[in-house]
């Protein structure tokens, strides 16, 4: 596809309609940020990363906590636009369903890291999933306006770039392993196309757990695919020695 095709895609009206409602509401100042891989298409559509086609029907959104933002109940928000509020008995979390489309809101998981299930946010009307290394992603946003798509907050492309090899290493199913690296490696040529974000991605290495950045270096060591820009932007970056 040319970068015309790319911009020019449509987005889901209702998709559109959900992140002007986010905006509207004051959620993207308040700590919202789109992530997964909505986020990684923003990323196509509108900051040079290459594309490939890849769908999802799934919304992921991350919210900081503790909230500081005005009471306002999300979830109801959310039934207003249409979505069936949809609760997951095993765990206690909540989604959203409209047809196909599925809006989930996430959350750092901290703690011993071992809790998953979502605890009832009263001031966001929500109960978000808890997400190891979501923190990465909630420290480093960044805005993106466009015409499509309003105003978006989305990790910055080096906390997307750190935390899915973060998560890829985890990955117990193969398809979701390798779709991860795959965004990855995407990602990691459009950081070694612009200098300064190079920098961005060795400030926030330079913020994370030594344990945490051990394990990214391994995760790009042994991924089983070819990360070669990947390994690059960890060179240039200072993460791992040249040689």
């Given amino acids: 596809m040319s970068s015309r095709e790319i911009?020019?895609?449509d987005y889901f009206p209702v998709l559109r309609e959900l992140f002007q409602v986010m905006a509207d509401a004051g959620l993207w100042d308040a700590g919202l940020s789109l992530v997964g891989s909505w986020c990684f298409k923003v990323y196509q559509n509108h900051c040079g990363v290459e594309y490939f086609p890849e769908r999802t029907l799934d919304v992921d959104f991350a919210i900081r906590l503790p909230?500081?933002?005005?009471?306002?109940?999300?979830?109801?928000?959310l039934k207003g636009l249409g979505l069936e509020e949809v609760l997951n008995h095993a765990d206690g979390t909540?989604?959203?369903?409209?047809g196909e489309l599925s809006v989930e809101f996430l959350k750092d998981r901290g703690g011993d890291?071992?809790?998953?299930?979502?605890?009832?946010?009263?001031?966001l009307g929500i109960a978000p999933v808890a997400v190891p290394y979501m923190r990465i992603l909630l420290s480093n946003p960044m805005e993106?306006?466009?015409r499509d798509l309003g105003r978006v907050v989305v990790p910055s492309m080096a906390a997307f770039f750190l935390h899915k090899l973060l998560v890829a290493s985890e990955r117990r199913r193969e398809d979701?392993?390798?779709?991860d690296y795959r965004q990855v490696e995407a990602v990691a040529k459009a950081i070694l196309a612009q200098p300064a974000m190079l920098d961005e991605v060795k400030r926030i290495?330079?913020?994370?757990?030594?344990?945490?950045?051990k394990k990214v270096v391994t995760s790009?060591?042994?991924?089983?695919?070819?990360?070669?820009?990947?390994?690059?932007v960890l060179r240039r970056a200072g993460i791992v020695e040249a040689g």
């Fill in 7 to 9: 911009k020019n895609e």
């Fill in 176 to 179: 979701k392993r390798v779709k």
């Fill in 67 to 77: 909230y500081r933002g005005e009471k306002i109940n999300v979830g109801g928000m």
């Fill in 220 to 232: 790009a060591g042994k991924a089983g695919v070819d990360l070669g820009a990947t390994n690059a």
């Fill in 94 to 98: 909540v989604f959203y369903r409209s």
């Fill in 113 to 123: 890291g071992r809790e998953r299930g979502g605890a009832y946010e009263p001031d």
């Fill in 205 to 213: 290495a330079d913020g994370l757990h030594k344990k945490w950045v």
């Fill in 144 to 146: 993106i306006k466009a």
